[in-house]
Nanobody, 126 residues
């Protein structure tokens, strides 16, 4: 079992930045990589970004490419999502996850991840 704890969400104005963190209870990301998802009210959970275990390969949804950056610090068992140039449509609950059933990639699906964080709210105001 792996516990994931997210932090860093909050309220920010459009155009602003936030950095989300995802801390794992034990060494996990270096083997599986990890992914970030988000879910807005009334919508399905959607893929945001993913990173390989080495940290050398990253993948992004088209809607966030060029604005968000995913990274991992395997020594600290922590992953990050740097979010810049935030838009109101980025408002959602953000989740980190460990893809135990697939390798990280742009097509990563929620049902390919067995471990999830509790979610952190990101609200972008206009």
């Amino acid at each position: 079992q792996v516990q994931l704890v997210e932090s860093g969400g909050g309220l920010v104005q459009a155009g602003g930045s936030l950095r989300l963190s995802c801390a794992a209870s034990r060494s996990t990301f270096n083997y599986y990589g990890m992914g970030w998802f988000r879910q807005a009210p009334g919508k399905e959970r959607e893929f945001v970004a993913a990173i390989s275990g080495s940290g050398l390969s990253t993948y992004y949804a088209d809607s966030v490419k060029g604005r968000f950056t995913v990274s991992i610090d395997n020594a600290e068992n922590t992953a990050y999502l740097q979010m810049n140039s935030l838009k109101t449509e980025d408002t959602a609950v953000y989740y980190c996850a460990v893809p135990t059933r697939a390798t990280p990639g742009r097509g990563l699906r929620a049902n390919e991840c067995d471990y999830w964080g509790q979610g952190t709210q990101v609200t972008v105001s206009s």
